[in-house]
C-alpha cells in the first residue's frame, strides 16, 4: 500500500463548479499535512497546510481527521486558473522526510 | 529574498556519461531535500540533508548516485555512468530547521539521459 493514496483523477470540472479531492495516508506518526499545486513543467508550490481543526483560504478549504487518516481539499467556485495537479503532501518524523501523493489533475473548462 | 534555484534547469546526456545537478537552498535553512519524478510516476524522495549531514538517503535509487552538501550550503547530485532509467525532473526543497513547516522547492531540473 502506498504512504500516501489520492484520487486518480483527472478531475474535468466546468467554471463556477466545487470540487473536492480526498487524501488517505498510511503512517499514522504523520505530524504536519500540505496541499500543494503543481502547474505542468513546473514546480511543486504550498497551497495550503492543513491544520486539525480545519482552515479555509478563500475558496479553499482543507480539512484534517486524524483518526481517519483522511485529508481533504474543497475548492468553490473554480476558475480556470485552478488547473493543476494538486498534490496531498504528509510530513512525519519532525521533519525528516516530505512523501508526496501520486497528485489529481484538475482542468476547469469555460 | 531568493528561493530555491537549481542548476541547470535541462540537461542532455548520452547513456554513461556523468552528470551533476545543483542545488541552492534558501538562506537559512538547515534541511535540503532531493525529490525525482519520473515519467508517469509520483515525486520520489531520494534524500535529506540537515546541515551538511546526510540525514537519510533511504530513497537513493543506487550507488551511481552521489549527494553532498558540502559546508551545509549548495547541495549537488551526480549520477554517474548515467543509465536511461535515471531520467525525469529532479526537484530539490529546502525547509527550516524546526522542520514542520512547509518545504520550498526549486525550479527542478529535466534530465533527460539518450
Known amino acids: 500500500r502506498k504512504e500516501v493514496e489520492q484520487d486518480p483523477g483527472p478531475f474535468n470540472v466546468p467554471e463556477g463548479a466545487t470540487v473536492a479531492f480526498n487524501c488517505t495516508y498510511s503512517n499514522s506518526a504523520s505530524q504536519s499535512f500540505f496541499w500543494y499545486r503543481q502547474d505542468c513543467r513546473k514546480e511543486p508550490k504550498l497551497l495550503m497546510s492543513?491544520?486539525?481543526s480545519g482552515n479555509e483560504d478563500g475558496r479553499f478549504t482543507a480539512q484534517l481527521n486524524r483518526a481517519s487518516q483522511y485529508i481533504s481539499l474543497l475548492i468553490r467556485d473554480s476558475k480556470l486558473s485552478d488547473s493543476a495537479t494538486y498534490l496531498c503532501v504528509v510530513n512525519y518524523n519532525y521533519g525528516q522526510n516530505f512523501v508526496f501523493g501520486p497528485g489529481t489533475r484538475l482542468s476547469v473548462l469555460p | 529574498e531568493a528561493g530555491v534555484t537549481q542548476f541547470p534547469s535541462h540537461s542532455v546526456i548520452e547513456k554513461g556519461q556523468t552528470v551533476t545537478l545543483r542545488c541552492d537552498p534558501i538562506s537559512g535553512h538547515d534541511n535540503l531535500y532531493w525529490y525525482r519524478r519520473v515519467m508517469g510516476k509520483e515525486i520520489k524522495f531520494l534524500l535529506h540533508?540537515?546541515?551538511?549531514?546526510?540525514?537519510?538517503e533511504s530513497g537513493m535509487p543506487n550507488n551511481r548516485f552521489l549527494a553532498e552538501r558540502t559546508g551545509g550550503t549548495y547541495s549537488t547530485l551526480k549520477v554517474q555512468p548515467a543509465e536511461l532509467e535515471d531520467s525525469g525532473v529532479y526537484f530539490c526543497?529546502?525547509?527550516?530547521?524546526?522542520?514542520?513547516?512547509?518545504?520550498?522547492f526549486g525550479q527542478g531540473t529535466r534530465l533527460t539521459v539518450v
Open positions: 540533508f540537515v546541515k551538511e549531514s546526510k540525514q537519510d
Open positions: 526543497a529546502s525547509s527550516q530547521e524546526t522542520g514542520l513547516g512547509e518545504a520550498f
Open positions: 492543513v491544520y486539525s
